[in-house]
């Protein structure tokens, strides 16, 4: 029976806080999960002596545009031993019948449920060992021995490889999306500017490499940052335990309350959580502040678009009736656009002690090492708190004209 192989590391018992005690966790050995296409588990068949690689390859491929057709015709689909297919969508609310359309769905998606005949169990803990479900976990060192079930040194597992790549390389290469001030943004001259382009910037020459921005989509730079596409995602990104499943995050660089906008005039009229309940508030996708809306303001309808700046202007519409962000850009935004204000509702400081932390894919310890050397610098000699105020004037005084 094939193993998967896990290694031990620590990471702070609270993600992204120093002062949090280190706990020990496992995680895959990076690189040690493959990824099999149809044409391999053709050849795996075929290797069986039951059909050729190429029936194998027809069939498979028969199935799926099948099974497209069947999801797309608005049915389900269920594969005995394996699962079911079907499909949900997200529906934008309205207050009048005659306003819900069909046109309201927003996203379709294709969702599985797994079959109870193929639901996978830890063979450590199972009852029957060996069994025909059983995922065999074995635990090893940074040399690659085994430990065995769940014994042997804690020494982490340090590749080295994405360190190596950016030095032999010579440019560190960071993604981020520039419409997001005083965190990163574009000056007059479409420089990137902001305190996170700072960073980036003194992370690069503690390397003592080039700095290279890709600017992206937010939704798009943790996927950047696992297919290796960059070298590291530096974009306000809140800390989550969601994210941390899949990403590793540096050490937190700078903490942020949460705000929320409304428009100029009815500050008063949203002071509650009660105050927003059937009301569309708004958060730019993909970020911590959409799971804020559904978590805290769980009465009130999410409108999500992918640029922050568009949403303020939805706000100040009276298409939507608020806007949640971080509460530094919730300033730069209310200077720039005088019909919107601050709601008197505030967050529970508990609810929303968020901080602020740049993304590395999994297995690179040294490189988030060497990028949280810089942080622990900048965070302590100031220069950071520096940077960031002189991003909050920049971005005043351009009055948040962004490319």
């Known amino acids: 029976m094939s193993t998967a192989l896990v290694v031990r590391t620590q990471r702070h018992k609270k993600i992204g806080d120093s002062s949090s005690p280190m706990v020990y966790t496992l995680k895959r050995k990076p690189q040690d999960a493959k990824i099999f296409d149809l ?9 069986l002596g039951a059909m050729s690689a190429e029936d194998v390859e027809h069939v498979g491929k028969a199935i799926v545009r099948q099974m497209r057709q069947t999801l797309t015709d608005g049915n389900s689909v269920r594969l005995d031993g394996f699962g079911i297919f079907h499909t949900t969508f997200k529906c934008r609310a309205t207050e ?22 193929l639901r996978l169990v830890n063979d450590s803990n199972a009852t029957t060992k060996g069994g025909a ?22 020494q982490q597992e340090q590749t080295g490889a994405l360190l190596k790549k950016i030095k032999d390389s010579g440019k560190l290469v960071v993604g981020t999306e520039a419409q997001y001030a005083p965190y990163e943004f574009k000056d007059l001259d479409a420089n990137f500017a ?25 939704d798009g730079i943790i996927p950047a940052v696992q297919s290796s596409q960059v070298d590291i995602g530096i974009a306000a990104f809140t800390v989550t335990e969601e994210r941390a499943q899949v ?62 700046p568009e949403l303020g202007m939805e706000v100040a519409a009276g298409n ?40 590395i894919a999994k297995g690179n310890e040294d490189f988030v090492a060497a990028v949280n050397e810089v942080i622990t610098k900048v965070a302590s000699d100031g220069s950071f708190q520096k940077a960031y105020d002189d991003a909050v004037a920049l971005a005043d005084s351009m009055g948040l004209e962004m490319d």
Not at 96 to 117: G, H, P, Q, S, Y
Not at 137 to 154: R, Y
Request: charged letters at 25%.
């Open 247 to 308: 990403i590793d995050f540096s050490e937190v660089y700078e903490k942020s309350p949460q705000a929320v906008i409304v428009k100029k005039g009815n500050e008063a009229t949203y002071s509650t959580k009660e105050s927003f309940a059937g009301q569309k508030v708004g958060a730019q996708k993909g970020t911590v502040q959409s799971l804020l809306i559904k978590n805290v303001l769980s009465d009130s309808e999410l409108f999500e678009l992918d640029k922050y």
């Open 96 to 117: 009048l019948a005659k306003d819900c359309t069909v046109k309201n769905i927003e996203r379709v998606n294709i969702r599985f449920k797994v079959a109870n005949t």
């Open 194 to 218: 902001g305190c996170d382009m700072w960073l980036a910037q003194q992370i690069a020459d503690a390397l003592g490499v080039e700095l290279e921005v890709v600017d992206m989509s937010f």
């Open 320 to 359: 939507i009736a608020a806007l949640v962000v971080d509460s530094a850009v919730a300033d730069a935004l209310i200077k720039s656009n005088p019909e919107l204000a601050l709601a008197e509702f505030e967050f529970d400081p508990n609810e929303v002690n968020y901080g602020k932390a740049a993304v």
């Open 39 to 47: 044409a391999r588990i053709a050849q795996d068949i075929e290797a």
């Open 133 to 154: 479900n059983n995922l065999v976990f074995e635990l090893v060192t940074a040399d690659k021995d085994s430990t065995g079930g769940g014994s042997g040194d804690t």
